[in-house]
């Protein structure tokens, strides 16, 4: 029989601790989440967090676009509100719809892009490999989230109250949007705020 003491010694994934580390257990027991390519069109310093966060949601399609109520048992009408001529889901709405191209075109447009990208893979591999000024890409970026946002908000304003907006009366709240966020970040005394802004104004 030992005439020590027990001592309580910490083993995480065989390493012996002599004390307990909140931070080693957690780094031991969380599930690694392997970043994800995609992170870094979301997460920047010059996005809106709504708008970021709405983006995040239709990344991993979470939103209730019409398709995924119908295949949770729902009985509703799948066709697209903003252009009634395709079955709602977030490829189409963002922006295989003739209705969010316009939008998108004419946000891409202001910064400068022709013809951009409009099938959502196409579009995030777009996204994440264009080139150029960085400036000119988180404007882009900053772009891409509020179409995403502004279609979403545009498509419950129909579902919801049957109101309806014109696609270049969503482009200029979008861009108007931007550009407040852009003087924002000016005031608070981020530089970029007045780069990005350069981007937006013609
Ligand atoms: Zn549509």
Redesign the pocket.
């Known amino acids: 029989m030992s005439s020590t003491n027990d001592t309580p010694i910490w083993a995480i994934d065989g390493f012996p601790y002599k004390s307990f580390s909140s931070k080693a257990v957690w780094n031991a027991i969380r599930i690694s989440n392997p970043k994800r390519f995609w992170a870094p069109l979301l997460w920047h310093k010059a996005a809106i967090p709504r708008h970021a966060i709405s983006s995040w949601l239709f990344m991993l399609n979470r939103n209730p676009t019409l398709d995924r109520l119908s295949s949770w048992g729902f009985d509703v009408e799948l066709d697209?509100?903003?252009?009634?001529?395709?079955q709602?889901s977030r490829n189409?709405?963002f922006f295989?719809?003739?209705?969010?191209a316009e939008v998108w075109r004419l946000i891409t447009q202001r910064l400068g892009f022709s013809s951009p990208p409009i099938l959502w893979d196409h579009v995030l591999f777009w996204l994440s490999t264009i080139s150029g000024s960085k400036y000119k890409k988180l404007a882009l970026l900053q772009g891409w989230q509020g179409a995403i946002y502004e279609l979403w908000r545009e498509r419950n304003r129909r579902f919801h109250d049957g109101l309806s907006l014109s696609p270049v009366i969503v482009a200029k709240h979008i861009i108007s949007t931007l550009e407040n966020k852009c003087n924002a970040l000016n005031q608070l005394g981020f530089k970029h705020g007045i780069s990005i802004l350069q981007c937006w104004i013609i």
Do not use: I
């Open positions: 697209c509100l903003l252009c009634g001529m395709a709602e189409h709405l295989d719809c003739v209705f969010s």
